[in-house]
């Protein structure tokens, strides 16, 4: 167990629809990543937070966002869905000190039908 | 071209086999080497850490990084049925802000009893 928690596990909906993924991170860790993968992409980074602010951006839709909660919990906005969104969605944390060792979750399965 | 390239398998072995994971990349920025496992349907998790150049050991693991040709290998000794998952490499860079990782695209291993 990562101590990294994600819910829910899966998620099923239609094109167009908006949903919400949701992280809580190791206790003590401040750095929350979020990354996609799908069977053509690989693992692809999409954005991290530290310490309730927006840190680093790599690959996010403009029709995805995310925040990072005083709490550090995390949230990981998808609207406007489309059947290419569909994948598995992992956020990780990592602690300052080391910030390139990243616990990931594991993962929420999106399913665009 | 990619940044990180990895032989995407499929490898399959037999239990007790030596089995060796291959990474290239290309770009010299890069300081921290990672290898993650990643069961079917799991989240990644961190098997080996190494910082520059050199080799590192752990149980039947051993992380071997070669700066000088871009080149990084992980070696599996005795691999057993459990060994059975896929491994990723990555990797990051020293930077100011912000810290996330390049990933391969994965090896699939099977080891077969």
């Known amino acids: 167990d990562s101590g990294v928690t994600q819910t829910p596990k899966h998620l099923i909906t239609a094109t167009g629809q908006r949903v919400t993924l949701r992280c809580s991170p190791r206790?003590?860790?401040?750095?929350v990543y979020w990354y996609q993968q799908s069977l053509d992409q690989g693992l692809q980074f999409l954005i991290q937070y530290y310490n309730g602010e927006e840190r680093a951006k790599g690959n996010i839709l403009e029709r995805f966002s995310a925040q990072q909660f005083p709490d550090l919990h995390s949230e990981l906005n998808l609207s406007s869905l489309e059947l290419g969104d569909s994948a598995l969605y992992f956020c990780a944390s990592s602690a300052w000190s080391e910030g390139e060792k990243l616990f990931f979750g594991s993962g929420t399965q999106l399913s665009v039908l | 071209q990619k940044e990180v390239e990895q032989d995407p398998g499929p490898l399959s072995v037999p239990e007790g086999a030596i089995v060796s994971l291959n990474c290239t990349y290309s770009n010299s920025a890069f300081q921290y080497f990672m290898w993650y496992r990643q069961y079917s349907r799991k989240g990644p998790e961190l098997l080996m850490y190494?910082?520059?150049?050199g080799n590192k050991e752990d149980g039947r693991f051993t992380a071997q990084v070669d700066k000088s040709s871009k080149y990084i290998s992980l070696f599996i000794r005795d691999s057993q049925p459990s060994d059975s998952a896929t491994y990723l490499c990555?990797?990051?860079?020293?930077?100011?802000?912000?810290?996330?990782?390049?990933f391969g695209e994965g090896t699939q291993l099977t080891v077969n009893p």
């Open positions: 206790s003590g860790d401040l750095s």
């Open positions: 190494t910082y520059s150049s």
């Open positions: 990555a990797m990051s860079a020293v930077e100011t802000s912000g810290s996330r990782l390049t």
